[in-house]
């Protein structure tokens, strides 16, 4: 049971409604994202601020894929143009960047992007920032069963030593806590293949306002409600 004002170790966002949020300003759909990349930053200095050791953020799914093809470049571009602005400030602030995700399914210019900015952040330790890239849920556990039947044939596992553990091993999130609060904006309360083993036991909180409009308060609001369902909690 955690402590009572106890900050998660790990808080998850589905970063939702920045199509909705352009439409409201009379926008192409482009801008919301672009609006939403500064709330990525307001988000890891919440995070930062309140001292909470993983956030990780659904940046793009599976299913995102199927939209029109402009969208999906705007969004990879979108990305790349995070990833070279934010290094500064990335090392600044001593965020280890990771990602989770079918990464090979990136560009290739994404791709090469990602991997400079995860080795060069590799050893900063002050918050460990997970984007999930082309990441659905059920695709990963697809593949973390795929590759625990090849070890059941090639004589690395018997079956019986298929763990709850072992499984979570072989998840994409292998050395990563398990979410303890997951945020949605936007008002919709769905998960959307989103760490669906993972946020088994987590608390979720629904914030009304679209992505493009959360800031750090909206953060601070959602832990304090997190920290009251435990309180609650404690009392019983
Ligand atoms: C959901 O809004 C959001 C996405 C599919 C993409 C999230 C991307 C960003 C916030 C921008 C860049 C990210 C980083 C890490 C730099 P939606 O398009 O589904 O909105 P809608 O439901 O209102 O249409």
């Known amino acids: 049971m955690k402590s009572f ?14 199509g909705r949020w352009a439409k409201t300003h009379g926008l192409p759909r482009v801008q919301g994202h672009r609006a939403g990349a500064e709330s ?32 999906v470049s705007a969004l990879m571009s979108l990305l ?13 602030q001593n965020v280890r960047l990771q990602a989770i995700g079918q990464i090979e399914r990136l560009p290739a210019s994404t791709r090469k992007i990602l991997a400079d900015v995860m080795e060069l952040t590799a ?16 695709e990963e556990i697809t593949a973390a069963a795929r590759k625990i039947a090849k070890g059941v ?7 019986d030593e298929i763990t709850t553990e072992l499984f979570a091993s072989q998840l994409d999130t292998a050395h990563i806590p398990d979410p303890d609060l997951l945020i949605r904006t936007s008002g919709e309360m769905r998960v959307s293949n989103f760490l669906l083993w993972q946020i088994s036991y987590a ?17 601070f609001a959602a832990v304090a409600e ?9 009392s019983v």
Not at 80 to 92: I, V, Y
Not at 153 to 159: E, L, N, R
Request: glycine share 6%.
């Open 80 to 92: 790349e143009k995070f990833l070279k602005t934010k290094l500064d400030d990335l090392m600044k």
């Open 153 to 159: 044939q090639d004589g690395t596992w018997h079956p």
């Open 203 to 219: 608390e979720m909180v629904i914030v009304d306002k679209c992505w493009p409009d959360f800031r750090q308060g909206d953060l």
């Open 5 to 18: 004002h106890s900050i998660p170790k790990h808080i998850a966002i589905i970063m939702d409604g920045n």
């Open 40 to 71: 990525v930053r307001e988000a890891i200095d919440a995070c930062k601020e309140l001292g909470v050791p993983y956030l990780t953020l659904y940046a793009f799914s599976s299913e995102n894929w199927s939209r029109p093809e402009a969208e």
């Open 123 to 138: 050893n900063n330790d002050s918050i460990t920032l997970v984007l999930a890239l082309s990441y659905g849920s059920r």
């Open 226 to 234: 997190y920290q009251k369902r435990h309180r609650r909690f404690g």
